[in-house]
């Protein structure tokens, strides 16, 4: 399940270049099918024009993402020269479909994520197609595909992209995906048209991932899903099935795992059973990431969010509460139709109210099939820009005074790497939070390591430190 995979020695050696985009959930698939690749003999490449095949794995969760992909396919004339084969995978294809040979008719292949599994058979049909289409190029114009290989039907599966195969590309930290899907049907948002209903795993088959990753060496896990609250442990012996807390607690205690998190949580399915599970098990992170949307109770209703602001308040006040300081961030979306001047002052007044260390503001984006798509009263795109500004002036302002109180303090970070122009370290506490540091080089640091370090300064992202020696 873990660990880089080589290339199969029986296999015809074919390159392939993949670029990803999005969540981490598409990062994550991304290293199962760089795995799956590798069994099938193929080698990844650094660039497109080493590759035989182009891979693109796509995000379609606000319109910026969406074009993305197409301008990078817009260079496809010089490429298809070379008889390079294109693939669309991810959001936008699940999303758009057959629609994507219509716009890009170069593309040979189009694959959501709910039929990775089948990226074996898609790969052969893809190879022999080519090799067809090859014999008869000179009867279609240059920039048409002959070859049109689609996954798509298979988004109302019961199944998860499981695979022996994923290449993770970090051997320290990695994802382990514990449900997939999403059933909440924000009015916003695409995912669950992108990527079907949910299913869970089993925490069986989680935890022996989990085991087999401690015993190659990882020391950070971080549990995956749309809405790991949701997570439902369908199979296996009743008496060992868990609910999303059990499984958080159990990954934890997992001999050699040091630190576990977990992402994205759903407040309506947030229950305090998280927090007395990190108040239970030291090695789960002192941070959440608890999407608010919007400090509105009128607008989360017209997101279909399922919660109250009074509602979200009570799952902060249960962080609060917790045993060991708990970091928390957020999602929020700026100019929903409709949202009006004290609707966002209410975001505004819960930004004091939580007091985040971290908050990912988007400006509504009107996506296909959403049901917010038919609501009137949208907002100027200059309005949003301006709420956007004003809203990360204030978070700004929030975080400078928040890392402040860090300094004078010491944190065990995990190495994460070096910054050699500027000669320090770059480390990770459990809340999340960079820490850049000075060390001697009689440290002997290395990436993957744990280390105390004394925070001397604060910037509004970041912190500044030394090592304790
Ligand atoms: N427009 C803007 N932001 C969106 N998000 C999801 N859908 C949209 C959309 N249509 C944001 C939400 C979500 C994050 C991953 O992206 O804040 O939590
Ligand atoms: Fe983008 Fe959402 Fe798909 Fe992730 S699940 S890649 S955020 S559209």
Redesign the pocket.
Known sequence: MSGVPQSNPQKPQKTFYLETFG?QMNVHDSEKVVGTLLQEGYRQVETVEQADLVLYNTCS??DKAEQKVFNRLSDYKKYKKQGKTFGVLGCVAQQEGEKIFERAPYVSLVAGSASYRNLPSMLAQLESATLEAGKSESRKPEAESLVRITGLDDRETDACFETEFTARTNPHRGYITIIEGCDKF?A???VPYTRGKERSRTSESVLAEARQMADLGYTEIQLLGQNVNSYKDSEGNSSATKTFAELLAAVGEVPGIRRVRFT?SHPRDFGPDIVDAIDAVPTLCDHVHL?V?SGSTRVLDAMQRLYTRDQYLERISWMKTAKREISITT???VGFPGETESDFAETLDLLDEVGYDAV?A??????PN?P?LKLEDAIPEEEKSRRLEVLMAKQREIQTIRYKKYIGTTCEVMVEGRNEPRAQWIGRTTHNKTLNFSAPPSANLKAGTYAPVRVTGSFPNSLLGELVI
């Open positions: 969540c969760i606000r924000c916003y948002c695409v994205t999407p949307q999602d929020v979306i990912f988007f400006k509504y984006s009107p996506r959403t917010s």
